[in-house]
């Protein structure tokens, strides 16, 4: 990334700048800052346009809540627009209405709680979480906590504390019930979201993670969610697991084996489209207890 100030200072003319734009060696990303040797004609990653706000803005910028949540590679956050939408702290600068492709706050995150992560100044995993939360939906805001917990980016216990310090702000008290609902034991998004989908509807799952073994003790497989006294299994069915023929193949196979072992277990496969539909997800989760309940009868 390089500002048109810095360029001018190289000894670069405007005319040239100008030229290097209009052939797509450079690539304009924000007023006055310029992407060198940009790949393709697309929008450039994330990455490239925080730097460019924070070129744009000064030393005081800094990323902030959904865009530091991607930053630290947290999971989580809905899929972004085209181009994803860059939150950044700017104090004194106010905040701005939630429109086009900058999202301006007035917060003023303290030194202790900034970092530098690959050049960009963002807020610390926890501030992050605490930034997070508030400008979030209650399946997202958990989603991410569950993220940050299971990649160790915060500890559990770390949680109510964080929660605590966001005593006082706008959305502390809205927001206040969902840190509980934290597990770092979920493994995605879609996983986070059917939970709490089962939770809301009273038919919450036992446990997750839940280990499933042969009949010669040998470990078949790991339920996302499960009802192990009702002999049900969840699966979340997700885009990552399945980007690959092979890799849909060996998860089919891994689950194909988990129900295929003597605890005669019931499974349900849910994906991104099903949450479109919640009724149902708990409906079948019902459905499927009192199956297995009829079965082991």
């Not at 181009?83 to 104090?91: D, G, K, L, T, Y």
């Not at 339920?223 to 060996?250: C, F, K, M, T």
């Amino acid at each position: 990334m390089v500002t048109r100030a810095q360029a001018l200072a190289c000894g670069l003319s405007r005319a040239r700048i100008d030229g290097l734009v209009r052939r797509g060696r450079w690539q304009r990303v924000h007023t006055g800052v310029y992407l060198v040797h940009p790949s393709g004609g697309g929008d450039p990653p994330l990455a490239a346009r925080v730097m460019a706000v924070q070129l744009a803005l000064g030393p005081s910028a800094v990323a902030v809540g959904p865009t530091a949540v991607r930053l630290w590679g947290l999971h989580g956050l809905p899929p972004g627009g085209a181009p994803e939408r860059v939150h950044v702290a700017v104090p004194g600068g106010g905040s701005s209405p939630a429109a086009g492709t900058l999202r301006r706050y007035a917060w003023r995150p303290p030194v202790g709680e900034v970092a530098v992560r690959g050049g960009i100044r963002l807020t610390t995993p926890g501030r992050t979480l605490r930034d997070a939360v508030l400008v979030s939906d209650r399946l997202t805001a958990v989603s991410i906590l569950d993220s940050a917990v299971q990649r160790g980016a915060v500890a559990a216990d770390q949680l109510p504390g964080l929660r605590t310090a966001n005593a006082g702000r706008p959305g502390a008290v809205r927001t206040g019930a969902w840190w509980s609902l934290a597990d770092g034991r979920a493994q995605s998004s879609l996983e986070s979201r059917i939970r709490l989908v089962c939770h809301d509807a009273g038919v919450p799952p036992e446990t997750l993670q839940y280990p499933v073994y042969r009949a010669d003790g040998t470990l078949a497989g790991r339920a996302d969610l499960a009802w192990p006294s009702r002999g049900v299994i969840a699966e979340a069915d997700g885009r990552g697991p399945h980007a690959l023929p092979e890799a849909l193949y060996v998860d089919r196979r891994r689950q194909n084996s988990m129900v295929s072992t003597p605890e005669r277990l019931v499974m349900l496969r849910f994906t991104w489209r099903d949450l479109q539909r919640p009724d149902e997800i708990a409906a079948a989760v019902r459905d499927a207890c009192r199956t297995s309940d009829r079965g082991r009868g």
